[in-house]
């Protein structure tokens, strides 16, 4: 059965601090790996998605990893604002039926506090 | 206006209610989900649903019931409300043509069962 490990629980960084976020999962047959944000009274927010034959995504200050072999994916937030406090969640899609069922399995997040 | 709206945003309700959340979407998707998300814990699939007449059951489906009215209407159903059934209901739809089948959430809904 597929888990999907997210540490540290929570992190408390000053503004401007570049940090990384880490994500592991114990089956490396999967599709894709998707790292989302979630504010509260919010729903999630989808930040970057990586199929599994890709090493990274970056979108403006994220960048996102794969290492699937090892069964692990990084978060890398660089110079880091109080806007980015939120919850990031990471959650793997599973291979079998070749990727076709959709479903996701949710990491339980990373609460992210970036004081000013 | 939002792509995926839930109603109602938050209920309290008493045990052995039954209750229905609704989710619309306007992406046009034909895959929708329903998970639940309890404190400090990640999101689990109830039910999914890929077409109007393709509906599935997730991890945690007991207790829970779903009807895919159209393609843009997908409801969740407890049919007799327990305690442990407290938890944010999350919807979310994805379009199964688009290489990467991003999931979009709706906001979410609050539900507390005395």
């Known amino acids: 059965k597929q888990e999907v490990t997210q540490i540290p629980a929570a992190l408390s960084v000053p503004e401007g601090e570049n940090l990384v976020l880490n994500c592991s999962f114990t089956?490396?047959?999967?599709?894709?790996l998707q790292w989302f944000r979630q504010d509260p009274g919010k729903g999630l927010t989808s930040l970057l998605l990586?199929?599994?034959?890709?090493r990274e995504q970056t979108s403006g200050r994220l960048n996102a990893s794969l290492d699937k072999s090892s069964g692990r994916s990084t978060l890398y937030i660089a110079a880091s604002q109080p806007g980015d406090s939120a919850t990031y969640l990471c959650a793997v899609r599973p291979l079998r039926y070749g990727g076709s069922q959709g479903n996701l399995i949710f990491g339980k997040g990373t609460k992210l506090s970036v004081k000013p | 206006d939002a792509d995926v709206t839930q109603t109602p945003r938050n209920r309290i309700t008493k045990t052995g209610k039954r209750i229905m959340l609704e989710c619309s979407q306007t992406k046009g998707h034909d895959r929708m989900y329903w998970y639940r998300q309890d404190p400090g814990l990640g999101l689990q699939l109830i039910y999914y649903s890929f077409d109007v007449k393709d509906i599935n059951k997730g991890e945690i489906s007991d207790g829970y019931s779903v009807s895919r009215q159209a393609q843009a209407k997908f409801s969740l159903s407890l049919e007799s409300a327990i305690p442990n059934q407290t938890a944010l209901y999350f919807c979310a739809t994805s379009d199964p043509q688009g290489a990467e089948e991003t999931q979009y959430f709706g906001p979410g809904t609050r539900l507390l069962v005395l």
């Open positions: 089956d490396s047959a999967i599709y894709n």
């Open positions: 990586i199929q599994s034959s890709q």
